[in-house]
């Protein structure tokens, strides 16, 4: 008898401990972070259409943007899509040819008409929008005032709508300083750029992705990687490019994409 009573006890801490151990293994084997969000999205930036030949450049990326062998939710364009006018209205015909959801941004080239804010709603919607792809907020922000409008307003509202979720920050000038012609040029007032900082490091802002430079470069706002990404124009003698991201275990990466 008192064996058995051993061995119903072993039996009993046998069964425990493999209900233990299966639930470790649940836990040690699936991180939470393998079930997120993994997703691919599109850049485009300073197409300039109406320089030199910004036009074919653009249809060029649009082409190759739309025979993509991978699933692209999006494509954003960062800012400065044409020279003013009716070279906007080409740069929309052009881009409308998008098989994908795209989503605009102003650049300064794009607000250079006396009426520049009505004209770029007219064209493209919104200053500034947002949209939501697999539980990540992408906000689209036209970072200079116009009339009424202030982009850091606009972003902490944006940032607080958010509720926590990862978000992914598009705007077409970078904050940070800007080296060419073997000369160092400021970036953004310093209170200005303080602030948009502490917005982004306040919230669960992955990253920021911007424009505007015509070349490829990488900065941290405070903890907050910045990619600024190659041109389609040719302006300075930049070949056609576009970048394709990743989001992946809350972390974003990219390739950049150059064509002849």
Same mark, same amino acid.
């Given at each position: 008898?008192?064996?058995?009573?051993?061995?119903?006890?072993?039996?009993?801490?046998?069964?425990?401990?493999? &209900?233990?151990?299966? &639930?470790?293994?649940?836990?040690?084997?699936?991180?939470?972070?393998?079930?997120?969000?993994?997703?691919?999205?599109?850049?485009?930036?300073?197409?300039?259409?109406?320089? /030199?030949?910004?036009?074919?450049?653009?249809?060029? *990326?649009?082409?190759?943007?739309?025979?993509?062998? %991978?699933? %692209?939710?999006?494509? =954003?364009?960062?800012?400065? /899509? !044409?020279?003013?006018?009716?070279?906007?209205? =080409?740069?929309? *015909?052009?881009?409308?040819? &998008?098989? %994908?959801?795209?989503?605009? &941004?102003?650049?300064?080239?794009?607000?250079?008409?006396?009426?520049?804010?009505?004209?770029?709603?007219?064209?493209?919607?919104?200053?500034?929008?947002?949209?939501? +792809?697999?539980?990540?907020?992408?906000?689209?922000?036209?970072?200079?005032?116009?009339?009424?409008?202030?982009?850091?307003?606009?972003?902490?509202?944006?940032?607080?709508?958010?509720?926590?979720?990862? =978000?992914?920050?598009?705007?077409?000038?970078?904050?940070?300083?800007?080296?060419?012609?073997?000369? %160092?040029?400021?970036?953004?007032?310093?209170?200005?750029?303080?602030?948009?900082?502490? /917005?982004?490091?306040?919230?669960?802002?992955?990253? !920021?992705?911007?424009?505007?430079?015509?070349?490829?470069?990488?900065?941290?706002?405070?903890?907050?990687?910045?990619?600024?990404?190659?041109? *389609?124009?040719?302006?300075?003698?930049?070949?056609?490019?576009?970048?394709? +991201?990743? +989001?992946?275990?809350?972390?974003?990466? +990219?390739?950049?994409?150059?064509?002849?």
């Amino acid at each position: 008898m008192h064996n058995a009573k051993k061995l119903k006890g072993r039996s009993t801490w046998v069964r425990y401990g493999s &209900l233990i151990a299966l &639930l470790l293994l649940n836990c040690t084997t699936e991180p939470a972070s393998e079930n997120g969000p993994h997703f691919y999205f599109a850049q485009m930036t300073d197409t300039h259409v109406g320089i /030199l030949d910004g036009q074919e450049r653009t249809q060029q *990326v649009v082409s190759a943007l739309n025979a993509s062998s %991978l699933p %692209l939710v999006c494509v =954003v364009h960062t800012g400065d /899509l !044409a020279e003013p006018g009716d070279f906007q209205n =080409v740069a929309k *015909v052009e881009l409308s040819k &998008l098989s %994908l959801p795209l989503h605009v &941004l102003p650049g300064n080239h794009d607000m250079m008409e006396n009426d520049s804010t009505q004209s770029f709603i007219h064209r493209w919607g919104a200053l500034s929008s947002s949209a939501e +792809y697999e539980g990540v907020v992408f906000l689209f922000v036209y970072d200079q005032q116009a009339n009424a409008y202030e982009p850091l307003d606009w972003l902490e509202k944006a940032l607080k709508k958010a509720d926590g979720k990862p =978000v992914i920050l598009f705007h077409h000038e970078p904050p940070v300083e800007n080296f060419y012609n073997n000369t %160092l040029r400021p970036g953004w007032p310093e209170n200005k750029k303080q602030q948009w900082i502490k /917005l982004l490091e306040d919230n669960n802002v992955v990253a !920021a992705i911007t424009g505007d430079f015509h070349r490829g470069e990488m900065h941290f706002l405070g903890n907050i990687p910045l990619f600024i990404s190659e041109p *389609v124009s040719g302006r300075y003698g930049r070949q056609a490019a576009y970048r394709i +991201y990743e +989001y992946k275990k809350g972390r974003l990466s +990219y390739r950049t994409q150059f064509l002849e």
